[in-house]
């Protein structure tokens, strides 16, 4: 089956934040590069893209046939999707156990698994 996993950055701290960043030993910043490298070098695993921040999104709507936008997006910032990637497991617990290895699980993020719905 195959699985999306949205990571939501909460309160991890990432290179693009250099004060929380900082905060992190040189060995923490290293284990984190390294579980996200041995993540994308897992066969099983589409790495997918990390998002730019969220204040620089857009939201579309249609209403009444006419295009609506708005700058940002409707979610809390720490709520907000930092990345996503592709991982095809036999079932609901071997994309929860991959899930559980994305440093931002741990480290004040969550990470939402949703199966892939294939017509």
Request: aromatic share 6%; hydrophobic share 40%.
């Amino acid at each position: 089956m195959k699985y999306m996993l949205l990571i939501h950055q909460g309160t991890t701290p990432t290179p693009r934040d250099q004060e929380a960043w900082a905060r992190l030993s040189e060995d923490e910043q290293k284990a984190v590069f390294a579980a996200y490298q041995k993540i994308n070098e897992n066969p099983k695993v589409t790495p997918g893209l990390q998002l730019d921040e969220p204040e620089t999104a857009t939201t579309v709507r249609v209403e009444d046939g006419k295009t609506l936008t708005t700058d940002g997006p409707f979610v809390e910032l720490k709520e907000a999707v930092g990345g996503f990637l592709f991982v095809e497991a036999d079932d609901l617990d071997g994309a929860i156990e991959l899930a559980a290895t994305i440093p931002a699980a741990s480290m004040g993020g969550a990470i939402e698994v949703r199966p892939i719905v294939e017509w």
